[in-house]
């Protein structure tokens, strides 16, 4: 399953004319390319299921909600893709953001809930070796980087400030990415560089996985 380069395209034109009256007359074509990247998300599901279990594929729509926003134009200039894993054993998502000269593959925790976090947080500040050991082996590391994420400033209330991993304990979001150019995502490989990518972060989702389905003592909460 390939992408269509046109979505770049597509996408470069309507950042130019991003109003009602040009969306409807260019409606067939955008309805053209959704239905080939929902094809490729439908496709990636497949794929995964081999290795992983998704439970849900959702493709983002192209309205913005302006109800909040300064900023008014009515579409998206972006297709959003995700896999939500089969919960409640399975945690962690994939994100694919396709946009001229900004497509990125996305893991992790985007938006932990309270609790979540916590529980995370209790055990890097237990033990943080084998977190630290999984996202610095260099099969991992030489293709999905650095966890990134927004962070406190210092540590969470209730942890110390001098903790050996604080600098795990500010995070507030804990996510991997890979950026790509528009000619990689619309080579003929591409679904197969994404699969790969998926399957070598699974120790991330895994791990997290574990952690957020057992309790500080390791027991089981399913």
């Given at each position: 399953m390939r992408l269509p380069s046109e979505i770049f395209s597509f996408f470069r034109a309507l950042s130019q004319n991003n109003n009602r009256e040009w969306f409807a007359e260019h409606k067939p074509e955008f309805k053209d390319l959704e239905a080939q990247v929902k094809g490729f998300g439908n496709a990636l599901s497949d794929r995964l299921n081999i290795h992983d279990s998704i439970d849900r594929f959702k493709l983002f729509r192209i309205y913005r909600d302006v109800r909040f926003s300064k900023n008014k134009t009515p579409y998206k200039t972006h297709f959003g893709l995700t896999w939500h894993r089969t919960k409640p054993a399975l945690r962690g998502g994939y994100y694919l953001h396709l946009a001229p000269n900004h497509n990125f593959l996305a893991c992790g925790f985007w938006d932990p809930n309270p609790a979540d976090l916590l529980r995370i947080r209790k055990e890097f500040e237990f033990d943080a070796d084998a977190f630290r050991s999984l996202i610095s082996a260099p099969d991992f590391k030489n293709l999905w980087g650095s966890l990134e994420g927004?962070?406190?400033?210092?540590?969470?209330?209730?942890?110390?400030?001098?903790?050996?991993?604080?600098?795990?304990?500010?995070?507030?979001?804990?996510?991997?990415?890979?950026?790509?150019?528009?000619?990689?995502?619309?080579?003929?490989?591409?679904?197969?560089?994404?699969?790969?990518?998926?399957?070598?972060?699974?120790p991330f989702v895994d791990y997290m996985s574990e952690v957020l389905t057992t309790d500080l003592n390791g027991a089981s909460l399913l």
């Open positions: 927004n962070t406190l400033k210092t540590a969470p209330r209730g942890f110390d400030k001098h903790h050996p991993d604080v600098d795990l304990l500010r995070f507030k979001q804990l996510i991997f990415s890979i950026s790509y150019t528009d000619k990689e995502v619309a080579a003929a490989d591409f679904i197969e560089r994404v699969d790969h990518a998926l399957q070598e972060v699974r």
